[in-house]
C-alpha cells in the first residue's frame, strides 16, 4: 500500500526553538541522534512525491517543485534541530532514498531558526549525513567509523520497523508513526536510558 502524501507539515511554534525538551536536563543523554528523512522529517518521500527543480519560498519555511506542490518539515522538526545543536548533541541523517541529491537540496533550501532565532540551512544543523539507498546497518557502520562513538551512544528515530535491524549493532531505534515531535523524542531519549540502565542508575542516586 502506498503511503499517502501529508498535508500537514509545517511553521513552527513561536519561541519552540529556544526550549529544549524536558528530559535533556534528566539525565545521561545520547552522544549522536541519528533520523531518516522520509515520514521522520518530512511527510513525503523525497524521491516519489517531489520533482525537481525545486524553489524555496520566500521564508524559506518550504519549497515547491516542478509542479507547484508544497513541502516542508513536520511542524515540530525545526525546534527539534535547534534545539540539539543548543545542547550540544550531535545530528546525523541516515536514509536509503534513491535521491540522495534531491535529500540533500531539500535540506539546504528548507531553513531553521538556531537558538538565536538567526535562519540557517537545515542541512548546517547535521553533522554527519548518509544518504543512500542499502541497509540501514551500512549507514551506521558509516556513522560509527565517522565519529567513533559506539553504537550503544546513538540514538535512531525511524519510521519502518524493518530497519530495527541496526540494533543488533547496539543502536536504539524509535518507532516513528507520523513524524519527530518532540513529544517522540522525549520517549526516545527515556527509551535510550531504558536499555542502558541509565535511569536505573539516577533512581538509585536519587535514594542516596
Known amino acids: ?15 519552540a526553538a529556544s526550549t529544549p525538551p524536558s528530559r535533556f536536563s534528566e539525565g545521561a543523554l ?3 541522534i541519528v533520523f531518516d528523512l522520509d515520514y521522520t522529517l518530512w511527510p513525503f518521500w523525497v524521491d516519489t512525491h517531489v520533482t525537481s527543480p525545486l ?10 517543485d516542478r509542479f507547484g506542490e508544497s513541502f ?5 522538526v ?11 548533541i550531535k545530528v546525523g541523517a541516515a536514509s ?15 531553513h531553521v531558526a538556531d537558538a538565536e532565532g538567526k535562519k540557517r540551512k537545515a542541512i548546517e544543523f547535521f553533522d554527519h549525513l548518509e544518504i543512500y539507498p542499502g541497509s540501514k546497518i551500512t549507514h551506521f557502520n558509516k556513522l560509527q567509523k565517522a565519529t567513533g562513538l559506539r ?14 535491524n541496526v540494533e543488533s549493532l547496539g543502536v536504539t531505534m524509535y518507532l516513528v508513526r507520523d513524524g519527530v515531535s518532540r513529544a517522540e523524542l ?3 531519549i527515556k527509551d535510550w536510558r531504558k536499555r542502558h540502565g541509565h535511569d536505573v542508575g539516577r533512581v538509585a542516586d536519587s535514594t542516596d
Open 186 to 188: 522525549e520517549n526516545g
Open 72 to 76: 516542508s518539515f513536520y511542524n515540530e
Open 96 to 110: 536509503r532514498t534513491s535521491a540522495p541529491d534531491l535529500g540533500r537540496e531539500m535540506l539546504r533550501l528548507l
Open 30 to 32: 545520547p552522544k549522536l
Open 1 to 15: 500500500m502506498v503511503k499517502k502524501l501529508s498535508k500537514f507539515s509545517s511553521v513552527p511554534a513561536e519561541g
Open 55 to 64: 524553489k524555496a519560498a520566500s521564508t524559506h519555511d518550504s519549497v515547491k
Open 78 to 88: 525545526p525546534s527539534i534541530l535547534s534545539s540539539l545543536q543548543a545542547s550540544g
Open 151 to 164: 553504537f550503544e551512544d546513538m540514538l535512531f528515530f525511524d519510521d519502518e520497523a524493518r530497519n530495527r
